[in-house]
């Protein structure tokens, strides 16, 4: 019986920790949204860590887009040959990655770069106490850290999955039209046919939006409530990278059930 | 005169546990205004958590900590961020920000709560760094400090604002004789001609004893003795001089609570 009863209290105990685990990411979620700004010392923040976050996060992201956008272009390129549609590369091109793959996919990447290297930031000044020392001085490490942090990932991912797509359109022009040889004219023309900008561009844009609040907010708090040694730090990192794309996956699966299902 | 004319902070029937055991049971703390107190006692009973305590980073589960008539423990996030600013604490490992010079790890607290011109925050910097000999080292990043010298920029730091409360962590853990023998002289100096007050949680005994002008000994969840260093010295008690003579075994233990080693040994038998 006892055994049984054990399972039960750990059960029960772990439950207990989950509710606190979101109670306090939601404290610091509330933190950062309605931390009052001042503008002559929040700013700078803001600006460096949208560097860190945003602007060197540029590579991999322009990498990606580029080879993704390729890849789509030569597989599209090899099924609609055969049915002698391939001007409708561009299309496809355009749409896969505007409604569906840019987000996802920056978001992904964003959260394996950005996310993971918040997580680990965040938990080590936790370990080396400069938390605790920013709080001995008087400052809240909420606002002074955690606030810009979550702030420039929540703009930067929107813009990160724009050049995404950007870039991805690119490269598949670089492989549709110059190395496959599609008309060109057919290739941009069907694309602004078929591509709205309201259905398609504003709707991945705001899967982008929710991407970027999700990962961010896990990073942040998955650093700031680590435990503070080399072990804590790792199995921080892990799960914001794990946390994250899961979240990414289950809420795409929802929002375009929302957006483009047609039930 | 005596030293418990003028206090800064009264600490009253303090309880605080941690995973179903007392660090502290009822414990009454009281610190002389302007004075160098020593926090001493064998590792692991709880000195530092007395600093979070005091610094409102951890909450008692009862009692008062009053810091010139405001209870730490009952003050909302805000007022707490404020009266931290009386405050300076030096952390056992520095805790300097590592992303910024040791000039700009100094000008933080002061370009956050004040609104000194840049000129003025730079004078006062450099003083700082030159009351703890390090104005020389502005420039470098903490990376490139060695242990002792990281301590001291610290140190310049939670002087900054001129708090009236100075907290030190384990100050002399971990340091060669030189830069030990600079920090006593250094924290000695600076609460005579700052005349702030001084806490220092330590166990390095001579060192501690030598610039104390009052001690509390904690041990088993509360203060087993009190006193100037002078009159420690005389306290008849086991527990006590096994601490101050540093004895391997007495009341404190060598081994760590197991069964018997020969009984444990025939078990595998």
Not at chain 1, 222 to 230: A, F, K, N, V
Not at chain 2, 170 to 183: H, N, R, S, W
Request: hydrophobic share 50%; glycine share 10%; net charge negative.
């Amino acid at each position: 019986m006892q055994p049984v009863l054990d399972s039960i209290a750990l059960l029960g105990r772990s439950g207990l920790d989950k509710v606190a685990a979101i109670g306090r990411s939601g404290m610091i979620l509330a933190h950062a949204i309605v931390a009052r700004p001042d503008p002559v010392q929040s700013f700078p923040l803001l600006i460096r860590q949208l560097y860190s976050v945003g602007v060197q996060s540029m590579v991999i992201i322009i990498v990606s887009g580029l080879f993704i956008g390729m890849v789509l272009a030569l597989q599209g390129y090899t099924l609609l040959v055969d049915y002698g549609t391939e001007q409708a590369v561009g299309q496809m091109v355009a749409l896969s990655l505007v409604r569906e793959l840019a987000p996802v996919v920056a978001a992904l990447l964003f959260a394996g770069r950005a996310g993971s290297a918040l997580t680990a930031e965040i938990g080590l000044m936790k370990t080396t106490e400069q938390l605790s020392s920013m709080e001995m001085i008087g400052v809240d490490p909420l606002r002074r850290i955690i606030a810009p942090r979550f702030w420039a990932g929540f703009i930067s991912l929107p813009i990160l999955t724009m050049i995404f797509s950007a870039v991805g359109i690119w490269g598949g022009m670089l492989v549709g039209v110059e190395w496959l040889g599609i008309y060109e004219g057919s290739f941009w023309a069907n694309m602004q046919n078929s591509v709205d900008f309201f259905d398609d561009v504003v709707n991945g844009l705001i899967k982008a939006q929710v991407f970027g609040l999700v990962v961010t907010w896990v990073a942040v708090f998955q650093g700031y409530d680590s435990i503070p040694t080399s072990e804590g730090i790792s199995q921080a990192t892990t799960k914001t990278v794990v946390y994250s794309s899961l979240a990414i996956l289950g809420l795409d699966f929802i929002m375009t059930a929302l957006m483009f299902g047609d039930f | 005169m005596d030293f418990f004319d003028d206090i800064i902070i009264d600490i009253k029937q303090l309880n605080f546990s941690r995973g179903g055991r007392y660090i502290y049971k009822d414990v009454d703390i009281r610190i002389p205004r302007g004075k160098v107190t020593a926090i001493m006692g064998p590792s692991g009973t709880g000195k530092t958590t007395l600093l979070r305590l005091i610094g409102g980073q951890l909450k008692p589960d009862s009692g008062s900590i009053l810091l010139d008539g405001d209870d730490i423990p009952r003050l909302g996030r805000s007022e707490l961020f404020d009266v931290r600013e009386k405050m300076g604490m030096l952390f056992q490992s520095g805790a300097l920000f590592t992303d910024m010079t040791v000039f700009e790890n100094v000008a933080f607290p002061i370009r956050v709560h004040t609104q000194l011109p840049e000129d003025m925050v730079r004078d006062v910097v450099l003083m700082k760094l030159q009351a703890v000999g390090l104005r020389g080292a502005a420039q470098l990043m903490p990376s490139e400090l060695s242990g002792g010298m990281s301590r001291r920029v610290a140190l310049a730091r939670a002087i900054a604002l001129a708090p009236a409360l100075v907290m030190y962590d384990e100050p002399f853990t971990g340091q060669d004789p030189i830069a030990m023998g600079v920090l006593v002289n250094l924290i000695q100096k600076l609460n005579q001609a700052l005349g702030h007050t001084s806490i220092i949680v330590s166990h390095d005994i001579k060192e501690t004893l030598s610039i104390a002008d009052y001690v509390y000994i904690i041990a088993d969840s509360g203060v087993i003795a009190q006193g100037t260093p002078d009159q420690l010295q005389q306290v008849d008690s086991e527990q006590v001089r096994q601490f101050m003579l540093g004895l391997p075994d007495g009341p404190v233990p060598f081994h760590f609570p197991a069964a018997d080693i020969a009984t444990e040994l025939m078990e595998g038998c």
